[in-house]
């Protein structure tokens, strides 16, 4: 591992980013005021400041200062036709415009709907809807626990499945992926969640013979967000339902990213394997909060009157806005699938193709994680990586997020401040490519990238 200290330039950075948005610095001194670290999501928060949105269409958003800027973060990778997508703000404009859509306390037709299209694109046999993902994968951890009458959980080291209790050991990477992230969790807690490491079968093998019959469940990512971005080798995935099987855990997938960002379903079928329970949400909303548990009826029966979990949904779930937002979007995509996919797989390879060349044309080796991949066709999900040097898999989070392997000063906050002065805003190493990006927009990113690289290179 290199030695480089970008503080210099991040100065130059800051600087230039204050004089560029004088509007978002005045916007980010008043939010200090109320909220924490100016905001309500950190990620969101960049440092100094976050460009503070005005509106937003397709792939770009415009800001307080008036810049278009093309985002790649694209609703926390939610976005499969960039924002506000014509087929959703037509349907909600007409429903508000008829007095529907802001009712809550009852249920209706819509919801019954949109829990048959997920049933039928999932396979899924029952769901229940809640408002976002994190909530979904906790309430599947409960319901896994109740089910078995057992207490470990099994989870990928650099897997997210927001911050829940049992989520919020082995996110961040201090020398691997053990620690719990977060004080404040129950004493003991900690103890009953087990890391294993992704896309080592190896090594799941063993988790297995050891801990197997004490695992409520497994949880894992088809793709692992947070972790890389890169899908899990087919081998893993028809290793993790073996295992779970023959040991009688439940394997929950947490499709909360690839469900419907790979096919108009989920990730899983690619892989040709249905999990006991999966966790949805981001696409399935339309751009509206929506997320879901669906599976077994056997488990999901748990949730139900007289069951044993107390799991209510909450007062916003299967909101009918949000209902009717997730029924015109994934329509959509079932209806386009054979159109909608492969763009997104073109689009996704011209992302990794431009953004590659851009810097090796300025001498600089990138690399991103996931740009193999032999199960999930077309990863329209992007993390750019400087590795120190050429050779690496990066096909686990052990590679990607250790430090002595990729430089992740550069990737993460070097790269988004750099490209935000550049009108690109990124997250975590670029972030998502879109329908709505056109080969014209990746261009631009390129061009970006390249006066970027020139910036960069002095600090190498
Ligand atoms: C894989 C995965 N699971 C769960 C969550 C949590 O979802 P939400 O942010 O809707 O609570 C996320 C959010 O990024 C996620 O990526």
Redesign the pocket.
Known sequence: MKSRDYSPLMAQFAEDYAKHSPKSAAWHERAIQYMIDGGSNTLRLLQPFSPRIVSAKGAWVKDEDGHQILDFWQG?HANIFGHNPEMVTSALARAFSEGWGLQTGFTDRLQIEVAEIICQQTGAERIRFTT???LA?MYAILLARTFTGRDLTLKVGGG???GQPWGLKGVGYRDGFAAMDSAGIPAGLSEQVLITNFNNVEKLHDDFRRYGDKLACFIL?PII?AGGLMPATKAYMQAARELTQKHGVMLIL?E??SGFRFRAGTAAALYEIQPDLM?L?KAIGGGMPV?AIAGRADILSLAGRGGKVKFEGGTYAAHPACMLAGKTYMTYLIENEATIYPTLAVLGKKTRQVVTRAFADEGIYVRFAGDRNEALPGNSLHMLLFPYEEGHELMTPEEVRNPAICDLALSEKVLQLGLLLENVFTMHGLGSTTAAHTEADIQFLGEACRRFAQRIKPYL
């Open positions: 926390h976002t993902g994190t994968t997210w499945h927001g990512e967000g947490d909360v990213i966790t949400g997320a």
